[in-house]
C-alpha cells in the first residue's frame, strides 16, 4: 500500500457525461501528479499540484480540469466524455517536487 | 522535448534465468533521473530501481540491475535470477533534474512474462 487512496476504484459512464476522479495524497505530500494511462497514448502527464497551486502542465484535454483543495487532496474532472477517454488515470503523491513520488492504485474509467 | 524508447513490447523469461529490458531516451539535458517501474496485474505502480545521471555507478537493488550509458543515451534493466512475481509490464520513465517539476516522462512498456 502506497498511501495514496485514489476513488472510486472503478467508473462506468456514458458519453457526454462528466465524472470526478479524486485522490488523497499521502499524509504530509504537498505535491500531487494526475497520469493518463491507456492503449495507444501510453502513460502520460497530465498535470501537477503543488500546495494547492498549478505547477506543471503536460497534455491535458480542455475538457479535462483538475484542483487541489486545502486539505490537500486532489480532484481531477473530466467531463464531455468521449469513447477515447477510457482509460486507467494515476494520481501520484510526493512531499515535495524532488523527492520520490508514490503511485495510488488507479482509476479505471470506461466510457460507454 | 524528452522522449523515452522501449523498443521491446514483449520479452520473456525461464524462471531463475537472467532477462535484459531495454530501455533508450532523448534529451540535451545534462542532469536528470532515470527510473524503471513495475505494473503487475493489480495495476500498481511501484518503483523498482532509480539512477542519477551524475552518477557513473550503476544502480543495483537486490535482483535488480542497471547499464546505464550516459553518453548512448541508453537505460538497460537486468533481471537476474527471474521469479514468477516478476511477470508484469515494465515501464522506463526519465524526470528533470531542473525545472520545478517532478513530472516522469514514461515510455510504452515492455511485457514481461516468466515460464516455470
Redesign the interface.
Given at each position: 500500500d502506497?498511501g495514496v487512496t485514489q476513488t472510486p476504484k472503478h467508473l462506468i459512464t456514458a458519453t457526454g457525461q462528466r465524472v470526478t476522479l479524486r485522490c488523497s495524497p499521502r499524509s504530509g505530500d504537498l505535491?500531487v501528479?494526475w497520469?493518463q494511462q491507456s492503449l495507444d497514448q501510453?502513460?502520460?502527464?497530465l498535470i501537477?499540484y503543488y500546495n494547492g497551486e498549478e505547477?506543471?502542465k503536460?497534455n491535458i484535454l480542455e475538457r479535462f480540469s483538475a484542483q487541489q483543495f486545502p486539505d490537500l487532496h486532489s480532484e481531477l474532472n473530466l467531463s464531455s466524455l468521449e469513447l477515447g477517454d477510457s482509460a486507467?488515470y494515476?494520481c501520484?503523491s510526493?512531499p515535495d517536487?524532488?523527492?520520490?513520488?508514490?503511485?495510488g492504485?488507479?482509476t479505471?474509467l470506461t466510457v460507454v | 522535448a524528452q522522449t523515452v524508447t522501449q523498443s521491446q513490447p514483449e520479452m520473456s523469461v525461464q524462471e531463475a534465468e537472467t532477462v535484459t529490458l531495454s530501455c533508450t531516451y532523448d534529451t540535451s539535458e545534462s542532469d536528470y533521473y532515470l527510473f524503471w517501474y513495475k505494473q503487475p496485474p493489480s495495476r500498481q505502480m511501484i518503483l523498482v530501481i532509480r539512477q542519477e545521471a551524475y552518477k557513473q555507478q550503476n544502480a543495483t537493488e537486490n535482483r535488480f540491475s542497471v547499464n546505464f550509458q550516459k553518453a548512448a543515451k541508453s537505460f538497460s534493466l537486468k533481471i537476474s535470477d527471474s521469479q514468477l512475481g516478476d511477470a508484469a509490464m515494465y515501464f522506463c520513465a526519465y524526470r528533470s533534474a531542473g525545472g520545478n517539476t517532478g513530472k516522469l516522462i514514461f515510455g510504452q512498456g515492455t511485457t514481461l512474462q516468466v515460464k516455470p
Open positions: 502506497s505535491s501528479y497520469y501510453g502513460l502520460q502527464f501537477q505547477r506543471a503536460g486507467l494515476f501520484a510526493s517536487t524532488w523527492a520520490e513520488a508514490f503511485f492504485q488507479g479505471r | -
